[in-house]
């Protein structure tokens, strides 16, 4: 099969294009109109694209909102990972402060990302994907911990990390909400210390006898 190019881009090429705008102007009007009256028709209009080139990408508007919340989850959790590994192993709580500030960060900035976070544990088909979101960062504090104490293993770990996880994401929540009267570095501070407490916990359990655990 011949692909011929236009305008020196090809048939594939113009359809990644074409989808990423789609992705960009979702962000827009997620951030304009919320999830709730998130629509084809906006998303299109936005884009300056016809509903034709919708299609071509996604099949309902749903798959444009997860395939948009996949991609904003993956860029918070990048940030993270990089935040968190330009600080020494052995330190932490730093490494913990940095994760967290980087996504923070990225929400307290960005109203249209902070928006989709915060409407997607009522949306239907959102909330899953943010119980995979909970996964991953919850994978990340596994490793940071395991980086610092290697003598613990992470599968031991997970539902210490899990919670955690899951209460830092809707502190989080609060506080760009307005509804938790604290500053942001009294919330990273407060989230990291959590983290280190629950490992220097863990340590303790790991150092018991058998017997008395």
């Known amino acids: 099969m011949v692909t011929r190019a236009f305008q020196g881009a090809t048939a594939a090429e113009r359809v990644s294009q074409r989808r990423a705008r789609l992705l960009a102007a979702a962000l827009d009007v997620v951030g304009e109109r919320g999830v709730r009256d998130f629509t084809m028709t906006a998303v299109c209009r936005a884009a300056g694209l016809t509903e034709r080139y919708f299609y071509e990408s996604f099949a309902r508007r749903e798959d444009l909102l997860e395939a948009l919340f996949d991609r904003v989850a993956a860029d918070a959790l990048d940030l993270a990972v990089r935040a968190a590994d330009a600080v020494p192993p052995a330190r932490l709580e730093d490494r913990v402060h940095a994760a967290i500030g980087a996504t923070t960060t ?3 900035e960005d ?4 928006r989709l976070y915060r409407e997607a544990i009522g949306h ?4 899953g994907r943010r119980q995979d979101t909970v996964a991953a960062f919850a994978a990340l504090l596994d490793r940071l ?3 610092a104490h290697p003598d613990l293993r992470r599968g031991d770990l997970r539902l210490s990390t899990v919670v955690l996880t899951g209460g830092v994401m809707d502190a989080v929540g609060a506080w760009l909400d307005g509804r938790l009267d604290a500053d ?3 919330l990273l501070t407060r989230c990291a210390r959590l983290v280190v407490a629950a490992a220097d916990q863990h340590r303790a359990e790991a150092a018991r006898p058998r017997e008395d655990r």
Do not use: C, M
């Not at 109203?111 to 902070?114: C, D, Q, S, T």
């Not at 239907?124 to 909330?127: K, S």
């Open 124 to 127: 239907p088909e959102l909330a």
């Open 184 to 186: 942001v570095e009294a």
């Open 106 to 108: 990225l929400l307290g």
């Open 145 to 147: 911990i395991t980086d």
């Open 111 to 114: 109203h249209r990302v902070a």
